[in-house]
């Protein structure tokens, strides 16, 4: 089956300071890889959206960027972050672009910056 | 554009009682409709989804029936646990130009079940 794992799950960071989320999905190949940021009381933003390596897809733009060295791993970083960074950050995978396919979530990273 | 309309929160209810959360979506295209639940601290869970018109999802005694006449996708439980107690979520998937196959997800509904 299936699995998806990101990591950290939970992390402080000062303004200014870089970041990196790492999401890995197990199970399958050549998924379609996602990042959608929460923030507090407020819905889902989509904010990379990736069909294959080094193939990504910015949705917004923003003092973020995303990465995909391999086929199953998905990274998203920032050199320099800023207090409005803060939130619940998803990474998110599925399998080809058909509608009725499910996008699986993995548990999430908590980000506060100070 | 694509949007997806729910009501908003929080809904508060008693144990056992029936619960409905609207869900209202306006998309290009044939949508699949999903309906993803967070609890608390945790990342999104896919509860059901409806690929085409008429089609109903279930799972866990919840139930959702994509109306197209309607352009609804109502989510409803007969009898609420506090283990309900949660984010709800409904989202749509289509295939446009603009929106290769992404989520459109509602701003989420929370519920309160009370003992």
């Known amino acids: 089956s299936q699995t998806i794992h990101q990591w950290p799950a939970t992390l402080v960071q000062p303004v200014g300071s870089p970041l990196s989320l790492e999401c890995t999905v197990e199970?399958?190949?050549?998924?379609?890889l996602y990042w959608y940021r929460q923030a507090a009381g407020r819905g889902l933003q989509l904010l990379f959206y990736?069909?294959?390596?080094?193939?990504i897809s910015s949705e917004v733009p923003q003092n973020l960027s995303a990465s995909r060295p391999q086929d199953r791993q998905f990274i998203l970083s920032s050199k320099k972050l800023l207090l409005s960074d803060s939130g619940f950050y998803l990474c998110?995978?599925?399998?080809?672009?058909?509608?009725?396919?499910?996008?699986?979530f993995g548990e999430g990273s908590w980000l506060t910056v100070v | 554009g694509n949007s997806v309309t729910q009501m908003e929160g929080p809904v508060t209810l008693s144990e056992e009682a029936f619960l409905t959360i609207n869900c209202t979506y306006t998309?290009?295209?044939?949508?699949?409709l999903f309906w993803y639940v967070q609890y608390p601290g945790e990342g999104l869970q896919l509860l059901l989804k409806?690929?085409?018109?008429?089609d109903k999802g279930s799972n866990k005694g919840f139930e959702a029936t994509y109306r197209k006449e309607t352009t609804s996708f109502h989510l409803e439980k007969g009898s609420v646990q506090v283990s309900d107690s949660a984010v709800y979520f409904c989202?749509?998937?289509?295939?446009?130009?603009?929106?290769?196959?992404?989520?459109?997800f509602g701003a989420g509904t929370q519920v309160v079940v009370t003992p």
């Open positions: 990736s069909i294959g390596i080094d193939q």
């Open positions: 409806a690929t085409k018109a008429d």
């Open positions: 998110a995978w599925s399998l080809g672009q058909g509608t009725g396919n499910t996008i699986y």
């Open positions: 989202a749509l998937r289509t295939m446009t130009t603009d929106s290769w196959g992404k989520l459109q």
């Open positions: 998309a290009t295209g044939y949508p699949s």
């Open positions: 199970g399958t190949s050549n998924p379609n």
